[in-house]
């Protein structure tokens, strides 16, 4: 279910000069906060808090998730480029998980790292902060990957309706409305972020074991469904 041709197509392209601008844009603007914030009030729990979570996991992750997302696999769709990766004799669930591979490994690197990086910055890991937002980050950039990979293929706006879902759903409802934070990617990866820091560091409205099922579970039908439109992707002169 890997192919390393269709791989390297997919890290060219979300690595572009463009995109890769605005990958590293969004990490590096976490790692200035956490240096500026550090140097002027020093380490502290509740600002370290305050930044991981609330521009960390709820806006750089999903904005990062929107990119990587959708750059592998929607502009090839758009300009219709497509047609000459499903032409060869690879298999279309091949091909989605590949994609899928890629976007995880590249959402991964440029947002759990530096997420790591300002955890460390901000307050030393006191409470395993710094680890819980880690891995909050990393397993949120999986299903993130794999939600915006799905709408990299059935819609030619998936950056204009990854982007509404980003910075309206996850960062605004997502945080501030009781009822929209069980439906949140944000509050589900911030379950194994409580299990993992020190008690009363960082809560979720969501409990562990359905944060697990839910995650696990957008993120399986997200992969599934992708496979399934490309599935219908036909190529001239198929009938």
């Known amino acids: 279910m890997y192919n390393a041709t269709v791989a390297r ?17 969004l990490p590096a603007l976490l790692l200035l906060i956490s240096i500026a914030v550090r140097a002027l009030t020093g380490a502290d729990d509740a600002t370290a808090n305050a930044i991981l979570g609330g521009f960390g996991l709820a806006t750089m992750v999903p904005l ?10 929607g502009p090839e769709i758009d300009d ?14 091949t091909i989605i998980m590949t994609k899928l591979i ?4 590249v959402t991964v690197v440029f947002s759990a790292v530096p997420t790591l990086l300002a955890g460390l910055l901000l307050n030393g890991n006191s409470q395993q902060m710094a680890v819980a937002y880690t891995v909050a980050a990393a397993v949120a950039s999986i299903a993130y990957s794999a939600v915006f990979l799905l709408l990299g293929t059935i819609t030619r706006h998936a950056v204009v309706v990854g982007l509404v879902y980003a910075l309206v759903w996850e960062t605004l409802f997502g945080s501030l409305v009781p009822g929209a934070r069980t439906l949140s990617v944000q509050q589900w990866s911030l379950a194994l ?12 409205d969501v409990g562990l074991p359905l944060a697990v099922v839910l995650l696990a579970g957008v993120t399986v039908a997200a ?10 992707l036909t190529l001239a002169g198929d009938e």
Do not use: D, H, M, N
């Not at 990062?64 to 696999?73: M, Q, S």
């Open 9 to 25: 197509l997919t890290y060219r392209a979300l690595l572009g000069r463009r995109r890769a601008l605005i990958l590293f844009a």
């Open 64 to 73: 990062i998730g929107v990119i990587a997302g959708t750059g592998a696999i």
């Open 80 to 93: 219709g480029s497509i047609v000459y990766l499903l032409a060869k004799p690879v298999k279309r669930p």
């Open 102 to 105: 890629v976007a995880v490994g």
């Open 193 to 204: 972020a409580q299990k993992i820091a020190g008690e009363g560091a960082i809560t979720s």
């Open 223 to 232: 992969t599934w469904f992708a496979g399934q439109k490309l599935r219908t």
